[in-house]
């Protein structure tokens, strides 16, 4: 029988939370090249935006190892941004990443938000795909380089 994978909650400043945001680093230096954006601060300048009630950072975990990561801030009342979703490369391809978007809408819901935003890059197909497959519509420009996309979606 395979291993079973579990989410929870978790702190920024958690040792998981912080190996993945670490990994995601890298993986956005490889994936995007010239167009990386500097690699992400650890531990997070910002990490208090990403606890409740203002965010939240949810990780899954196979057999107690982290695999996977995503985090919720707020924008502003009633808006948050998803922020970093990562699969750690062993992971992928087996519908954990529209498990984690899922399982963080959810979240955002708990915490009263009614729309989420996100931003990505053109070199990120996958999560492209993966967005507007699941409901999240192309919006104007928020944010600024490295992100080509934007995204919104009402919950």
């Not at 680093?25 to 167009?35: A, G, I, N, W």
């Not at 009630?53 to 982290?66: D, E, K, N, Y």
Request: with cysteine; charged share 15%; proline share 9%.
């Amino acid at each position: 029988m395979p291993d079973t994978i579990t989410l929870h909650l978790t702190d920024p400043d958690a040792a998981e939370a912080l190996s993945l945001l670490a990994a995601y680093s890298r993986f956005l230096t490889v994936t995007m090249l010239d167009d990386a954006p500097n690699p992400i601060p650890l531990p997070l300048p910002d990490a208090a935006a990403y606890r409740p009630p203002a965010g939240a950072v949810l990780v899954a975990c196979i057999s107690g190892q982290p695999i996977a990561c995503v985090c919720l801030h707020t924008l502003s009342p009633g808006l948050g941004e998803v922020r970093r979703l990562y699969i750690a490369p062993q992971a992928r391809g087996q519908g954990l990443a529209r498990q984690m978007m899922r399982a963080i809408e959810d979240q955002a819901r708990t915490l009263g938000m009614t729309r989420l935003n996100l931003d990505t890059n053109a070199a990120l197909t996958t999560a492209i795909a993966l967005y507007r497959a699941s409901g999240w519509a192309d919006i104007a420009p928020y944010t600024g380089h490295p992100a080509t996309h934007w995204f919104s979606k009402a919950l």
